[in-house]
């Protein structure tokens, strides 16, 4: 990659001087230039991929927080049903408590009519009453048969 130009570089073994064929070295600016844009190109793609990372974290940043968001409103909304559930458990149980009140006060009262009573199968036998007259026509109807003129004579 391009960390190898920072390498440390082993230094050559001269040549003996009798061997003229060797290219001359390019002069030092040259390689300090040459050293220089391939430094700045390097610093330019770290650049780009750290960008491209920060980019990354802030959208997973943002897709953590909603999700925080809306797991806190789902326990919210959890915590609101359960409060109206134990509202309405409350009620029921109250309900339930005056319902057993009133029917054992039904039961004890029912106990005590009942040994008071006699039930027909218990009790003696007792005289037949006479059938009750059938009453006049007039007092059923609620008012008096008027008397006319014939009758009274």
Do not use: Y
């Amino acid at each position: 990659m391009a960390f190898g130009l920072f390498k440390k570089q082993v230094p050559q073994t001269v040549a003996p001087a009798s061997e003229a064929k060797v290219p001359p070295a390019p002069s030092e600016t040259e390689t300090v230039t040459a050293e220089g844009d391939s430094a700045r190109e390097i610093l330019e793609l770290l650049e780009l991929e750290l960008g491209a990372m920060i980019r990354q974290l802030e959208r997973a940043a943002n897709s953590v927080a909603g999700g925080a968001e809306a797991t806190a409103a789902t326990l919210s909304t959890i915590r609101r049903r359960t409060d109206a559930l134990t509202g309405r458990t409350a009620a029921a149980q109250g309900t339930a408590t005056t319902f057993s009140h009133a029917a054992d006060k039904f039961t004890q009262s029912a106990q005590g009519i009942g040994s008071q009573v006699r039930t027909p199968a218990s009790s003696p036998t007792r005289p037949a009453k006479p059938p009750a007259k059938p009453a006049p026509m007039w007092t059923a109807c609620g008012s008096r048969p008027r008397r006319s003129a014939m009758s009274s004579t």
